[in-house]
């Protein structure tokens, strides 16, 4: 027991000193007014740096996703059947795509799906 709080103590003062180095040697010796302002070519800008973010786009994305991270999943369920149960293989895969169909038909019931408004 001595000798893991002695190694784990050793540990937490190696990284605190790793740390304390790295935070040192990263600062910058010289601030300079000019190379700490942002870089401008001398112009006015012509229009506003912040465009407008289509929300349905997002949420497009993001449902997108999960059915990409669905089909990651389903795919060792395709490679376990000849190792596994039939019935709770067969039970965990309707199960599975019961879920994420009762999540796309919410998402189809509220209107996120469509592209026309």
Request: aromatic share 10%; glycine share 4%.
């Amino acid at each position: 027991m001595i000798i893991l709080s002695s190694a784990i103590m050793i540990i937490l003062a190696i990284s605190i000193l790793v740390m304390t180095i790295a935070s040192i040697l990263s600062k910058k010796t010289i601030s300079d007014r000019e190379k700490n302002s942002p870089f401008e070519c001398g112009f006015d800008p012509k229009g506003s740096a912040r465009l407008p973010f289509s929300l349905r786009f997002f949420l497009i994305a993001v449902i997108f996703l999960i059915f990409d991270v669905e089909i990651t999943l389903l795919l060792p369920l395709a490679s376990i059947i000849e190792v596994s149960n039939i019935q709770s293989w067969v039970t965990t895969g309707i199960v599975f795509l019961l879920v994420l169909l009762l999540g796309l038909y919410h998402e189809w019931n509220q209107g996120a799906l469509d592209w026309a408004e």
